[in-house]
């Protein structure tokens, strides 16, 4: 994916369905491969006074689900205490389904 559009000039990528646009993946490593590569272009929302925030200056970081049946990738080492804060802060909320796509 960086490869693939390092060089484009776009702010902004819509996909309708990720898997579709790339013709879907043939080992569960080339799906991690996309996400985590994927994952790097994303930014944060900005600013939060939460306390699980705080060790980020406050940005929340956007953080892509797993692409449906994909157990493998989980998100690097460094997003996971906000994944897990962001998994508390939507079952609170009662938005369980989020909540579920996060959780590892």
Do not use: M
Not at 4 to 16: D, I, N, T, Y
Request: proline share 8%; glycine share 8%.
């Amino acid at each position: 994916l960086v490869t693939r559009l390092g060089g484009s000039k776009a702010s902004v990528l819509h996909f309708e369905d990720i898997e579709a646009a790339f013709a879907g993946f043939d080992t569960p490593q080339r799906a991690a491969t996309y996400h985590r590569e994927a994952q790097q272009l994303l930014s944060g929302w900005c600013c939060s006074s939460h306390p699980a925030f705080t060790n980020r200056g406050g940005e929340v970081p956007y953080v892509l689900p797993p692409l449906p049946g994909q157990r493998e990738w989980r998100g690097s080492a460094e997003l996971q205490p906000a994944v897990a804060a962001l998994v508390q802060l939507f079952e609170a909320a009662n938005e369980t389904a989020v909540a579920n796509e996060l959780a590892p």
